[in-house]
């Protein structure tokens, strides 16, 4: 069986589209439907049902996915190996949110360098991070949505605490009024979000208040550490992971508007495509993090 047909089956069956599949392979789409059919042919059973939105694979093409995808991953990584002994250095290719990876993941696996890692690092929402990990564009990935199915495995990395916060000015504002009125006084700050769907401010209300903001972001920028400066300044509102809002807790640049029993918690998880944990490089990145976690 022709390797190449197996490359692009894997690659549509992880992508979940001829179109996507195309792109990642660098071919025209009319070219991948032509090997697929070619494939299809060949075992005499069809791999994909076709559907309005991408392809759904059938039961021999989830079989024939899961027996062949290990085997051309390693593939891979022996020609990946041959290139990098050249230099005495594996490469560990890293994808997760730009804030998490930057503070908490790159300086946990910064020792490794010193054995022969190299790191390579792309920033990504949990979507975008699991789609690139199932195409073999990252070997690891930290993600806050565990991947289904069973061409990616992942393990619970770690709980992040959410915190609401604003600066001292909107606090002293507020007063203790924050206490005895919840979210109806809270709805008095404009608001700093990540995204125009306010996914964290959203998520805190629902689970401390069970209700839905009803304010729009009066400040709307795709990074946390944005987010925090923007709220410290005095903008308004901003829910944060603890861990990037603590130091400016500690120095007043913040302040906690509310200190609920339950803290809205959120899961990250280490994500891999199956298999690739018997990779050395793979599995020692993979211990690591999970080992310095305990830690966060």
Excluded: K
Aim: hydrophobic share 45%.
């Amino acid at each position: 069986m022709d390797l190449a047909l197996l490359r692009t089956f894997v690659t549509v069956h992880r992508a979940g589209s001829f179109t996507r599949a195309a792109a990642l392979l660098g071919l025209s789409q009319p070219a991948v439907t032509g090997q697929i059919r070619t494939l299809e042919r060949q075992l005499g059973r069809p791999l994909f049902l076709r559907q309005a939105r991408g392809v759904t694979p059938t039961t021999i093409g989830d079989e024939l996915a899961h027996r062949a995808a290990p085997h051309l991953d390693a593939l891979v990584e022996i020609t990946e190996s041959g290139l990098d002994e050249e230099s005495g250095v594996r490469t560990l290719h890293l994808a997760g949110p730009p804030e998490f990876t930057s503070l908490r993941a790159l300086p946990a696996l910064t020792p490794l360098i010193s054995q022969g890692l190299a790191l390579r690092a792309t920033f990504g929402t949990a979507e975008e991070t699991l789609e690139g990990l199932a195409a073999g564009h990252h070997d690891l990935a930290i993600t806050t949505a565990r991947p289904r199915g069973s061409l990616l495995t992942s393990t619970p990395l770690c709980d992040e605490e959410h915190v609401l916060v604003a600066s001292p000015r909107w606090a002293a504002r507020l007063g203790p009024g924050v206490l005895r009125g919840g979210h109806v006084v809270l709805e008095q700050l404009p608001v700093v979000e990540v995204h125009e769907s306010l996914p964290l401010v959203s998520r805190y209300w629902s689970a401390v208040f069970d209700s839905r903001p009803p304010a729009t972001g009066a400040v709307v920028v795709p990074d946390l550490r944005a987010v925090l400066e923007t709220a410290a300044s005095g903008a308004g509102l901003a829910v944060l992971p603890r861990y990037l809002c603590e130091d400016a807790l500690q120095h007043g640049r913040v302040v906690a508007l509310l200190e609920p029993p339950v803290p809205p918690l959120r899961t990250y998880f280490l994500a891999v495509r199956t298999g690739t944990l018997a990779l050395p490089h793979i599995a020692r990145a993979h211990e690591w993090l999970l080992r310095a976690a305990v830690e966060w």
